[in-house]
């Protein structure tokens, strides 16, 4: 009977070292743990900052020679737009030239306008392709900055009004040009009559509905089967 205290008394000390020695393995395990997502983090960290680094660097270099090829095709529309504006008033242009003989002077400088007006349409539209093709390439540029500033926790929301036709006059723009070489049509579908969408005027971040139009018609055109429609509603 003596005894009974003194093993009562072991075992609370053996039951006592048991959870002694759990709590200090529960502490390494946790101390293993933590390190190891501070390493995990700092990891992320790197990636984060080398993909900031990326996307600069991407910018700086491809933003460059697209303002130049921007200034360049701007240069050149307005060339052809002064052409343009001679040929509607009756002078020689890009390949018209001065004819002589008194007899035959109005016939053909008539002529020689008539083929100067059809040699610049094809490069009218042909300009206007690249020009849009650059305007596109500067949006899906920039559509990479709006990531990293939303990554940044800085991303903004700028709205101004603008007319509903105007909105989507631009969306059917975008999405040919994001359709060529595609068998894939567009259509709009609005219940609105042509003045109510003159007058109808929303407030939005164009270039961000810009980016989200944009993603949904590359979606659209690549997930539609060939000969499909593409159909847009406004109501």
């Given at each position: 009977l003596n005894d009974l205290p003194r093993h009562s008394f072991q075992r609370d000390m053996l039951h006592m070292e048991d959870q002694i020695t759990s709590e200090i393995a529960n502490t390494v395990r946790m101390t293993e743990l933590t390190k190891q997502m501070e390493h995990e983090r700092a990891k992320l960290q790197d990636a984060l900052q080398l993909k900031r680094i990326f996307v600069r660097y991407v910018s700086h270099e491809v933003r460059t020679p697209l303002n130049i090829a921007t200034l360049g095709l701007k240069y050149m529309d307005d060339v052809l737009s002064a052409e343009e504006s001679k040929l509607a008033s009756g002078q020689s242009g890009i390949c018209g030239g001065a004819s002589g003989g008194e007899g035959t002077?109005?016939?053909?400088?008539?002529?020689?306008?008539?083929?100067?007006?059809?040699?610049?349409?094809?490069?009218?539209?042909?300009?206007?392709?690249?020009?849009?093709?650059?305007?596109?390439?500067?949006?899906?540029?920039?559509d990479l900055l709006v990531y990293e500033k939303i990554d940044d926790g800085v991303f903004k929301i700028n709205t101004s009004p603008i007319a509903l036709y105007r909105i989507l006059t631009e969306a059917d723009k975008l999405f040919n040009l994001l359709s060529k070489g595609s068998c894939v049509s567009f259509a709009m579908d609005t219940r609105l009559t042509s003045s109510q969408l003159q007058t109808t005027v929303v407030e939005i971040d164009r270039s961000k509905f810009h980016q989200v139009i944009r993603n949904i018609f590359t979606n659209a055109v690549k997930f539609t089967p060939s000969k499909g429609t593409v159909l847009m509603k406004a109501e």
């Open positions: 002077g109005s016939r053909s400088h008539s002529l020689s306008s008539q083929s100067s007006m059809v040699s610049t349409s094809p490069l009218r539209e042909v300009l206007n392709d690249v020009q849009d093709s650059c305007t596109l390439a500067v949006d899906l540029l920039n």
